[in-house]
């Protein structure tokens, strides 16, 4: 079954298909470079950041970080990232771990964090919307 719209024929499934998508993030995210020190279940890890928004930071990770590691395990972060002005600090747990080739994307939801590095991640994200380019 097919929609009419003013671009023409859509199957239905694509509609649901974006409003799904659409939905499925809390928070909108924009690109992070810096680096993420990660205690959880005894590890001590440094990785990669490859976003971040006022409910988590997604990391980058290889095949083996993380591994056995259940989702909603807690841990703490820090995110070190010159953007930032500073490092910040939050209690975080495990969203999900998806594979993207032979790297993994990790999703770290805040658990606990100060007011005012939430202030510092939203204004990063007033800044990376009103110049993209640099972000």
Known sequence: MRFVTEHGKIPVCSLFRKSIVKERRR???????G???LQIAGADLRIPAADISVSGVGVLLDE???????????GLCRIEAPEL???????VSIMRVRRIGNVRLGGL???????GDLARIRQYKRQCR????TA
């Open 64 to 74: 083996h970080v993380l591994a056995g590691k259940p989702g909603g395990a807690v």
């Open 85 to 91: 002005g500073g490092g910040i600090e939050a209690y």
């Open 35 to 37: 680096e993420v020190h």
């Open 109 to 115: 939801r805040f658990e606990s964090i100060s007011d």
């Open 130 to 133: 009103a110049n993209p380019a």
């Open 27 to 33: 928070s909108s995210r924009v690109r992070l470079h």
